[in-house]
């Protein structure tokens, strides 16, 4: 099983940043992709960011050109920059294992406002 452990959400201004991360833990070799989903409030949860074993990474259209997605072994992070309103969301990390378990995180809450 893996477990996950968000941390870096906030309050931002828009046009600010953010870094989020993750870390895993255990069976972390097991692991094929990570990456980021949000939920806004009153809307379904969707995908934002992926990074997988390969290297490849895969972001939502609303996101591409602001946020990057990294990954070294068993953290990811997302780094989120010109953040809009819009941006407004939970953030839960989201991993997914060469077998097709699921694991998510808690959720960090992210809060772009003036």
């Known amino acids: 099983q893996v477990q996950l452990v968000e941390s870096g959400g906030g309050l931002v201004q828009p046009g600010g940043s953010l870094r989020l991360s993750c870390t895993a833990s255990?069976?972390?070799?097991?692991?094929?992709?990570m990456g980021w989903h949000r939920q806004a409030p009153g809307k379904q949860r969707e995908m934002v960011a992926t990074?997988?074993?390969?290297?490849g990474t895969y972001y939502a259209d609303s996101v591409k050109g602001r946020f990057t997605i990294s990954r070294e072994l068993k953290t990811v992070y997302l780094q989120m920059n010109s953040l809009r309103p819009e941006d407004t969301a939970v953030y839960y990390c989201?991993?997914?294992?060469?077998?097709?378990?699921?694991?998510w995180g808690q959720g960090t809450p992210v809060t772009v406002s003036s």
């Open positions: 989201h991993s997914i294992s060469r077998l097709g378990f699921e694991s």
């Open positions: 255990g069976t972390i070799f097991s692991i094929l992709e």
């Open positions: 990074a997988t074993d390969g290297g």
